[in-house]
């Protein structure tokens, strides 16, 4: 196999995982709703599924058919909704005084596989307390956080 068709492999496998990590994308906004959020271990489960599935899809979906077309234009529109998405989900700012503000408490202790891969940024004193009270840490975890509470100078949960 020559370079260029080696390259031109793996731009199909990114294109076809991002096609399908676009649909986590924007069923975050979805899930917000309900106080839920895609970790980041289905974000690679889900990428790793379009990438292994890229040659094939490729395949079916190259031709000059009407359907083939409709599928390839949905997957650009959905690919181009998701980057406006995870723009959105990375910049947006996080609100620690809502109902849902004890979904960001793990994000808030640093990235990790089983948490969402979006920022969240410095907890407010009130995010602090909330997730104190309404987070389940592992120990060494809650420990982290008591540390980073009294280096923000907020007061003890």
Same mark, same amino acid.
């Given at each position: 196999?020559?370079?260029?068709?080696?390259?031109?492999?793996?731009?199909?496998?990114?294109?076809?995982?991002?096609?399908?990590?676009?649909?986590?994308?924007?069923?975050?906004?979805?899930?917000?709703?309900?106080?839920?959020?895609?970790?980041?271990?289905?974000?690679?489960?889900v990428g790793g599924l379009?990438?292994?599935?890229?040659?094939?899809?490729?395949?079916?979906?190259?031709?000059?058919?009407?359907?083939?077309?409709?599928?390839?234009?949905?997957?650009?529109?959905?690919?181009? &909704?998701?980057? &406006? #998405?995870?723009? #959105?989900?990375?910049?947006?700012?996080?609100?620690?005084?809502?109902?849902?503000?004890?979904?960001?408490?793990?994000?808030?202790?640093?990235?990790?596989?089983?948490?969402?891969?979006?920022?969240? #940024?410095?907890?407010?004193?009130? #995010?602090?307390?909330?997730?104190?009270?309404?987070?389940?840490?592992?120990? &060494?975890?809650?420990?982290?956080?008591?540390?980073?509470?009294?280096?923000?100078?907020?007061?003890?949960?």
């Amino acid at each position: 196999m020559s370079k260029h068709v080696d390259k031109n492999v793996m731009i199909v496998r990114l294109k076809w995982a991002w096609v399908f990590v676009s649909g986590l994308v924007l069923t975050n906004f979805f899930l917000s709703f309900f106080c839920g959020n895609w970790s980041l271990f289905v974000y690679l489960i889900v990428g790793g599924l379009g990438a292994w599935r890229a040659e094939s899809l490729q395949k079916r979906f190259s031709g000059d058919s009407w359907f083939a077309k409709l599928v390839r234009a949905g997957a650009a529109l959905l690919a181009v &909704a998701s980057f &406006a #998405g995870f723009i #959105g989900l990375s910049l947006m700012p996080v609100r620690w005084d809502t109902k849902c503000s004890w979904r960001y408490c793990g994000r808030a202790m640093g990235p990790g596989l089983f948490k969402s891969p979006f920022p969240v #940024g410095t907890p407010t004193c009130r #995010g602090w307390s909330v997730c104190a009270n309404e987070y389940q840490y592992s120990s &060494a975890e809650y420990s982290e956080m008591l540390k980073q509470i009294e280096a923000q100078g907020c007061p003890a949960p």
